[in-house]
């Protein structure tokens, strides 16, 4: 196994930035690289390639380099050891043969707390973000206003929160969606744990007609839903969460 690598046209090691990295499309899936905790040196592997990428020309070659799986046994471009695929004017994705990527070679630093579940031929963490389908289980502030702590859900999750309320309307609400706003919702919960975009998810091939039902689920917690319409309050439920109003049966 081993993280994909992105070549990055007419580029070089001196133009890392992140509004490079942005600009290329390379925004989302090293998104956890851009949050200015880290430095980008110290989360990419680096590679000047002169005159032999793989659209024959000079560039940048990078990879994200995972907390759990690994880089690539040889950085650089390698035509008869790799497979690559262009994705727009400033950027490719190579896999190296006999290396094949899985989720742990994209799994972010600090990933979410989720469930455990199988996509496609790989077990992929997918993160809780509502829990019991109404409480946030992101992370959060704690404030203290009138004498009171309080908690708060921090800014940059508030995009994510949003989202998940949607996929919590699908699953208890008859109602029908486009297979395109499908894919969407799902490649939003995948990236919050893992660095990828529609060539990683195309290669790993997590989502299909059925599996799409298993991250949304997961990502509302459906196990402790179930619980809380049998009338089971488990222990870990923070104070205050209340029951769900019933509802039916998930997609």
């Known amino acids: ?21 942005r600009d290329v499309g390379l925004g989302d899936r090293l998104a956890d ?15 000047n390639v ?3 990428g793989p659209d ?19 950085i650089g471009h390698h035509p008869e050891s790799q497979i690559w695929q262009q994705g727009n004017d400033q950027l490719w994705m190579g896999v190296t043969t006999g290396e094949p990527v ?21 077990v992929w963490r997918v993160p809780v973000i509502r829990r019991g389908g109404l409480r946030p289980a992101l992370p959060q502030t704690l404030v203290r206003r009138n004498g009171r702590v309080e908690m708060r859900l921090r800014r940059e999750w508030e995009p994510v929160w949003e989202m998940s309320g949607r996929v ?21 919960i995948l990236q919050i744990n893992y660095r990828v975009d529609d060539a990683e998810l195309e290669l790993l091939a997590p989502l299909d007609t059925d599996s799409f039902r298993l991250v949304f689920q997961s990502a509302v917690d459906w196990p402790l839903v179930e619980q809380l319409l049998a009338g089971s309050l488990p222990e870990e439920v923070p104070p205050g969460a209340n029951p769900p109003e019933a509802a039916p049966a998930a997609a």
């Open 168 to 188: 919590w309307e699908l699953l208890t609400v008859a109602q029908g969606a486009e297979w395109e706003e499908v894919y969407d919702l799902c490649r939003q």
């Open 1 to 21: 196994m081993a993280c994909p690598l992105y070549f990055l046209p007419g580029f070089t090691a001196d133009h890392l930035s992140a509004d490079l990295l």
């Open 102 to 122: 899985t989720p742990a070679d994209l799994l972010r630093p600090g990933a979410l707390p989720g469930h455990d579940v199988t996509l496609g031929q790989h």
């Open 56 to 74: 024959g020309m000079n560039g940048l070659l990078l990879g994200a380099i995972p907390p759990a799986g690994r880089l690539p046994s040889r």
């Open 50 to 52: 002169v005159g032999k």
């Open 33 to 47: 690289c851009l949050d200015g905790r880290a430095e980008l040196r110290d989360r990419l592997a680096l590679r």
